[in-house]
């Protein structure tokens, strides 16, 4: 896998109107939805900087942003097919 690229905003829109989805943050159940990856393998490549950096919302959780997690899933499929 190649590093995380940032997205821009017109592709964080992109992502979320092509999954008929809103901005908002996603907490571990929906990220391993949309990603199809586990704890152990998302925090790896966060670690790697080739995933999502996690938000941290207190001592104990986190989420991810919803666009960014659309958008690597987006870039993984072009890298791969």
């Known amino acids: ?4 690229i940032t997205p821009t905003p017109e592709q964080r ?3 979320l109107e092509a999954a008929g989805a ?5 907490r571990d ?22 995933h999502p ?3 941290a919302l207190g001592p104990n959780s986190v989420a991810w942003r919803r666009s960014d997690l659309l958008v690597w ?9």
């Open 73 to 81: 899933v987006e870039q993984q499929q072009c890298r791969n097919g």
């Open 1 to 4: 896998m190649k590093p995380y």
């Open 29 to 50: 159940k929906e990220r391993c939805s949309i990603t199809s990856l586990s704890r152990s393998r998302t925090w790896q490549l966060e670690r790697e900087g080739k």
């Open 22 to 26: 809103q901005e908002g943050l996603c």
């Open 53 to 55: 950096k996690r938000i």
């Open 13 to 15: 829109t992109a992502a």
